[in-house]
Each structure stands twice: as structure tokens, then as C-alpha cells.
T-cell receptor, first 111, second 115 residues
Framework: NAGVTQTPKFRILKIGQSMTLQCTQD?????MYWYRQDPGMGLKLIYY???????DKGEVPNGYNVSRSTTEDFPLRLELAAPSQTSVYFC??????????FGPGTRLTVL | AQTVTQSQPEMSVQEAETVTLSCTYD???????LFWYKQPPSRQMILVIR??????QNATENRFSVNFQKAAKSFSLKISDSQLGDAAMYFC????????????FGTGTRLTIIP
């Protein structure tokens, strides 16, 4: 049982480049989330989804986009990367929205 | 809006001793859930323990237990018989059904275990 998987584990981007962070869960959870964690801070919600085809903004959505075409996948798109997007990104899933299970994270550096 | 405050950026404890990490929160809802997550150097977020607000009994998971004081909006984590593997960042988190169905995290407490 893989749980929540994220790819890549690490990535370095140049300013202005774009990329997609992949997230897949195999627990058939309806809820999925993207968080970012800046150094010394807790997690802040970027976007979330309560089911396939339904997404909504979280606390810090600017500069990001998401889609949810299947229950399993919830990719996060960064357009025109900026140094302020240097962070660790976590994907999570949940059956109820409460108890969330996290992926291993992606460390992104924008130079 | 919900808030979660962890006032201890760092804590340390001798191996085999007991340590308590503090967390206070604020919500206007009566139906909510509280969690402690552990983040070791591997970066993985691991759920340690959860508490439903409607339950008066404090949650316990092996060496981990909570002191849930609803009126004071306090939710502390007690780790007994501390082990080297307990060294990590610990995050307190709050979920309520009307908070955009999301977790609100505190800023974390870094726990060091002294051998």
C-alpha cells in the first residue's frame, strides 16, 4: 500500500519556468490537499479538492493551479516560478477531511 | 478564523524522561478536531494522536497522551519515556467543519532528545 506518493522529491527551477508537481493516492480518498511549508513554519494550504472535478482555493493560492480529473491524482501546477515559491510542498489525502495522510514532500528551489 | 499557537519553538528532554509540548487554539465552532503531527528529519508528516472536541476523555496512543482542556482551549502533548526516535518537529493542528474543511497548523516545536 503506497499511500500518498509525490514526484519529484527535489527540483531546482529558474525564475519564470513552469512545472507540475505530481500527487497520487491509492486509498480512494475523496479529499486531497496541497500545502507548502516555508522554513521554520507550519503548513499553509494552497488548494484543496473534495472530489474529482471539484477544487477550491486555500490560504495561499496565488501563482498555482490545480486540477482533479480522477480520484487518485491531484497535480499542482506552478506557472512563472518566482523565488517566493521556494518551499517544501506536501500533498495530503483524507477520507473525511479531518485525519489527513501526507506524502513525503517535494523540495523546490527557484533561483 | 481559526488560530493555533505553539509558544515553545524548541524543547529538550533527557532520554527516558517525560516532556510536555504546549498548544493553544481558537475557534468559534463546537465541533472540531485536534491533532498532533510529528515531522522527523525525513520530512514526512506523521499523525501522532487525535482528539475529538466532543469527547471528554483525553486521547492516548502508547507513550503519547494529550491534556485537552476545552474551556481553556488548550491541547498539550505529553511524551513519556522519551526515546531518541522522538526527536522531531511537532505540529499541533485544528480542524473544524466550517473552516473551509482544512487543517490549521501551529508553527511547530522542535524537540531534542538528550542521550
Amino acid at each position: 500500500n503506497a499511500g500518498v506518493t509525490q514526484t519529484p522529491k527535489f527540483r531546482i527551477l529558474k525564475i519564470g519556468q513552469s512545472m507540475t508537481l505530481q500527487c497520487t493516492q491509492d486509498m480512494n480518498h475523496n479529499y486531497m490537499y496541497w500545502y507548502r511549508q516555508d522554513p521554520g513554519m507550519g503548513l499553509k494550504l494552497i488548494y484543496y479538492s473534495v472530489g474529482a472535478g471539484i477544487t477550491d482555493k486555500g490560504e495561499v493560492p496565488n501563482g498555482y493551479n490545480v486540477s482533479r480529473s480522477t480520484t487518485e491524482d491531484f497535480p499542482l501546477r506552478l506557472e512563472l516560478a518566482a523565488p517566493s515559491q521556494t518551499s517544501v510542498y506536501f500533498c495530503a489525502s483524507s477520507q473525511t477531511g479531518r485525519e489527513q495522510f501526507f506524502g513525503p514532500g517535494t523540495r523546490l528551489t527557484v533561483l | 478564523a481559526q488560530t493555533v499557537t505553539q509558544s515553545q519553538p524548541e524543547m529538550s528532554v533527557q532520554e527516558a524522561e517525560t516532556v510536555t509540548l504546549s498548544c493553544t487554539y481558537d475557534t468559534s465552532e463546537s465541533d472540531y478536531y485536534l491533532f498532533w503531527y510529528k515531522q522527523p528529519p525525513s520530512r514526512q508528516m506523521i499523525l501522532v494522536i487525535r482528539q475529538e472536541a466532543y469527547k471528554q476523555q483525553n486521547a492516548t496512543e502508547n507513550r503519547f497522551s494529550v491534556n485537552f482542556q476545552k474551556a481553556a482551549k488548550s491541547f498539550s502533548l505529553k511524551i513519556s519515556d522519551s526515546q531518541l526516535g522522538d526527536a522531531a518537529m511537532y505540529f499541533c493542528a485544528l480542524y473544524d467543519s466550517f473552516g473551509n474543511e482544512k487543517l490549521t497548523f501551529g508553527t511547530g516545536t522542535r524537540l531534542t532528545i538528550i542521550p
